[in-house]
């Protein structure tokens, strides 16, 4: 039979090696959320891009005459289509 002491000494062996793997499991956590963030953070700079230029396109319609509202009307509708497939995805991205 295996004496106290060594019995002892291998269980706490063990548990350091074990709190070392929870240690590099947080940091690995910590990553994946900085990571993450960043994508998010990415994702929003674009959606407010996008919506930026559908708002100034909007803002041209308004400001439009009524021989040019027609053109400026295709590129407000591709602006906004962009934006709603754009929020559609990081939607889905960030379920």
């Known amino acids: ?11 706490e ?6 709190k070392a793997e929870m240690d590099r499991l947080r940091a690995k956590a ?17 959606l407010e891009a996008l919506k930026d230029e559908a708002e100034s396109k909007l803002d041209s319609l308004k400001k439009s005459s009524k021989d040019a509202w027609s053109e400026i009307s295709t590129g ?4 906004t289509q962009s934006l ?3 929020i ?3 939607k889905q991205e960030f379920k």
Do not use: F, G, N, R
């Open 84 to 86: 709603s497939t754009a």
């Open 1 to 11: 039979m295996a004496d106290k002491e060594a019995v002892e000494k291998k269980q």
């Open 13 to 18: 062996a063990k548990i350091e090696e074990m």
């Open 76 to 79: 407000l509708e591709s602006a």
């Open 30 to 46: 910590k990553q994946a959320e900085a990571d993450s963030e960043i994508k998010y953070k990415e994702k929003m700079m674009e």
């Open 88 to 90: 559609k995805s990081a």
